[in-house]
């Protein structure tokens, strides 16, 4: 596993102030922000985000970091963590102040568990799925549902984090099919429009696809996309149908394999068309596999095999290799209607690649997106 190049700095920070706030102790680090464990003057424990100090510079880094607040607080649901406020360091780094959770991310659960009984992450995805019907109500899309970002409270509570990278689809709708933008997430939970980049397909049905993915990692213990780096899971993302999970797990219902193979259905059209619809199932199926309704929130603990693994150290680095930062530019080819150029540029390192994806099969209205075979170009 990589370092995160952000830990050095994080660490330096225990022990400072943060206005109001003693930053007690680094709790986590990821590509865009460290969290730690903090004191109120007043003695009241609070959890704050601060952006990494290299990203403090940049405008669009900063606004996606501050609206995480704003756009969580307004999903009204007590799964998305709540944002109490939010403010600048001395140097003009800012930060964010969240309710303090105790307990475990998924990823943390993950890594110590290696898969997780059906029973168990059955009842995670039902509460993630609740959020992000509530999201989904008031036009948010999270974008960016993964295991780090869903967190598993001592008590069997879990929380949704992270909306930093929520679309409010109202204020967002004006894309063209060819664009030149920022590629901010994780390869491995992307759904195809996403990982293309196709903002004007982007909808309550991309978090499906990772609220599937999520669920084929917590049973297979491993990602969808086998591939040595992210880039290649990124490109994997773009141009290839996952794998059904039955291939992995013959050992599960059919049933539960149909839940999860259609949430992970390269064309969003045959995904579940929204996260009620998909819960219903999600909760007919622990029915008939346990004898017994799905725990509410309120009786997490009898939730099958729910026994926490100890906190992940503090300062560990789930910065999570996946993470993607790159710029890609999406450009029609002159010569040919079926193909499009895709140029990465690492944002960290500067380096660039091309890509040509040709399609399989033509695109239509009703499935806009087709499988692609990826090409590899050389450099100007």
Same mark, same amino acid.
């Given at each position: 596993m990589s370092t995160n190049p952000f830990l050095k700095q994080a660490h330096a920070r225990v022990g400072q102030q943060a206005r109001k706030w003693s930053?007690?102790?680094?709790?986590?680090?990821? #590509? =865009?922000?460290? @969290?730690?464990?903090? /004191?109120? &003057?007043?003695?009241?424990?609070?959890?704050?985000?601060?952006?990494? &100090?290299?990203?403090a510079a940049i405008e669009k880094a900063k606004e996606r970091f501050l609206r995480e607040g704003y756009v969580a607080n307004k999903v009204q649901h007590d799964g998305a963590v709540t944002v109490l406020d939010d403010d600048d360091l001395d140097d003009g780094t800012p930060f964010i102040v969240m309710e303090l959770l105790e307990g475990s991310s998924l990823e943390g659960r993950l890594r110590a568990a290696g898969t997780l009984d059906p029973a168990e992450i059955l009842y995670v995805a039902d509460r993630v799925l609740d959020v992000l019907a509530s999201a989904h109500?008031? #036009?948010?899309?999270?974008?960016? $549902?993964?295991?780090?970002?869903?967190?598993?409270?001592?008590?069997?509570? @879990?929380?949704?984090?992270?909306?930093?990278?929520?679309?409010?689809?109202?204020?967002?709708?004006?894309? !063209? =099919?060819?664009?030149?933008?920022? %590629?901010?997430?994780?390869?491995?939970?992307? !759904?195809?429009?996403?990982? &293309?980049?196709?903002?004007?397909?982007?909808?309550? &049905?991309?978090?499906?696809?990772?609220?599937?993915?999520?669920?084929?990692?917590?049973?297979? #213990?491993?990602?969808?996309?086998?591939?040595?780096?992210? =880039?290649?899971?990124?490109?994997?993302?773009?141009?290839?149908?996952?794998?059904?999970?039955?291939?992995?797990? !013959?050992?599960?219902?059919?049933?539960? @394999?149909?839940?999860?193979?259609?949430?992970?259905?390269?064309?969003?059209? *045959?995904?579940?068309? *929204? +996260?009620? %619809? =998909?819960?219903?199932?999600?909760?007919? $199926?622990?029915?008939?596999?346990?004898?017994?309704?799905?725990?509410?929130?309120?009786?997490?603990?009898?939730?099958?095999?729910? /026994?926490?693994?100890?906190?992940?150290? +503090?300062? +560990? *680095?789930?910065? +999570?290799? *996946?993470? $993607?930062?790159?710029? %890609?530019v999406f450009s029609e080819l002159e010569s040919r209607g079926d193909s499009i150029v895709v140029e990465f540029e690492d944002l960290d390192s500067g380096s660039r690649t091309r890509k040509e994806l040709r399609r399989k099969v033509e695109a239509t209205d009703e499935e806009p997106l087709s499988e692609v075979t990826v090409v590899d170009l050389p450099e100007d």
């Open positions: 930053l007690d102790r680094l709790l986590d680090i990821g #590509g =865009m922000a460290a @969290v730690y464990e903090a /004191t109120h &003057r007043n003695g009241n424990r609070v959890a704050i985000k601060v952006l990494h &100090r290299q990203y109500t008031r #036009g948010i899309i999270h974008r960016d $549902i993964k295991p780090p970002n869903i967190y598993l409270t001592d008590d069997g509570q @879990v929380k949704v984090l992270d909306f930093g990278l929520a679309r409010v689809l109202e204020k967002d709708q004006n894309h !063209s =099919m060819t664009a030149t933008g920022t %590629v901010i997430g994780t390869a491995s939970y992307m !759904s195809p429009e996403q990982a &293309r980049g196709k903002r004007d397909l982007i909808d309550h &049905r991309t978090d499906i696809f990772a609220v599937g993915a999520v669920i084929f990692r917590s049973l297979t #213990g491993r990602n969808l996309h086998l591939a040595k780096n992210p =880039m290649d899971r990124l490109l994997a993302a773009m141009s290839e149908s996952p794998p059904s999970l039955g291939e992995l797990r !013959s050992d599960l219902p059919a049933s539960l @394999v149909q839940l999860v193979d259609k949430a992970l259905s390269f064309q969003k059209t *045959d995904r579940w068309p *929204d +996260a009620s %619809v =998909m819960q219903k199932r999600l909760r007919e $199926i622990y029915a008939e596999m346990e004898g017994q309704p799905i725990p509410s929130s309120h009786h997490a603990p009898d939730a099958a095999g729910w /026994t926490l693994p100890p906190t992940t150290p +503090a300062g +560990a *680095d789930h910065s +999570a290799i *996946d993470d $993607i930062h790159v710029s %890609v």
